[in-house]
Each structure stands twice: as structure tokens, then as C-alpha cells.
């Protein structure tokens, strides 16, 4: 069964940072490209960011691009999102999700920045 847990979501202020994390079962992880999606209120959810198998090839969207960055630890069947120079428009819940593996979500984790 495929699980997906995100964290390290919070409060944060204008400028700051936040790394979160999502670990993975129920797959060969290290067989799939990973994404991180994001949800604000009344909006519909946005891809942010991908990271191939390997972790040698990474996307970003750019609304993001030069602030936040992927990476994995296929070891520890984990993907991260570093997220830097936060602004109040990142607020959201933000999810992972392996590609090309079916319409597995987890419950997200709420990134709010604000002053």
C-alpha cells in the first residue's frame, strides 16, 4: 500500500526558510521521479517542483525557481524541499507524489507565511 507522509510545515515569516520532508513505502522508491505539488485556498493545486529517479535531474517551476530545491535520499525513501526566501504567495498545503504510479496523495503538510 502506498504511503506518503509529508512534514515540517509551520509558521514562518517573510524571508525565512523551511526544508520539508515526505517519506515514502509501499513502492520501489527509487525506481520513480518524485513531484511536489502545492494547494492554496481557493486555488487549484500547482506542481512546484520534480526530481528524476536518481536525483541527477530536477525541475522547478518558476514561481519557485532560485528559492526552492528538490532532493532525495533513496536510502531513506525520503524527498525534501528546501525552501528559501519564503513569500506570503507560498502559502499552502504542500504534497508529494511519485510520478507515474497512480493518484496516491498524502495528507500534506500547511506551509503559512506571514508577518
Known amino acids: 500500500q502506498v504511503q506518503l507522509v509529508e512534514s515540517g510545515g509551520g509558521l514562518v515569516q517573510p524571508g525565512g526558510s523551511l526544508r520539508l520532508s515526505c517519506a515514502a513505502s509501499?513502492?520501489?522508491?527509487?525506481?520513480?521521479?518524485m513531484r511536489w505539488y502545492r494547494q492554496a485556498p481557493g486555488k487549484e493545486r500547482e506542481w512546484v517542483a520534480s526530481?528524476?529517479?536518481?536525483?541527477?535531474?530536477?525541475n522547478y517551476a518558476d514561481s519557485v525557481k532560485g528559492r526552492f530545491t528538490i532532493s532525495r535520499d533513496n536510502a531513506k525513501n525520503t524527498v525534501y524541499l528546501q525552501m528559501n526566501s519564503l513569500k506570503p504567495e507560498d502559502t499552502a498545503v504542500y504534497y508529494c507524489?511519485?510520478?507515474?504510479?497512480?493518484?496516491?496523495w498524502g495528507q500534506g503538510t500547511q506551509v503559512t507565511v506571514s508577518s
Open positions: 526530481i528524476s529517479n536518481s536525483g541527477g535531474i530536477t
Open positions: 509501499g513502492f520501489t522508491f527509487g525506481n520513480y521521479a
Open positions: 507524489k511519485p510520478m507515474a504510479l497512480g493518484n496516491y
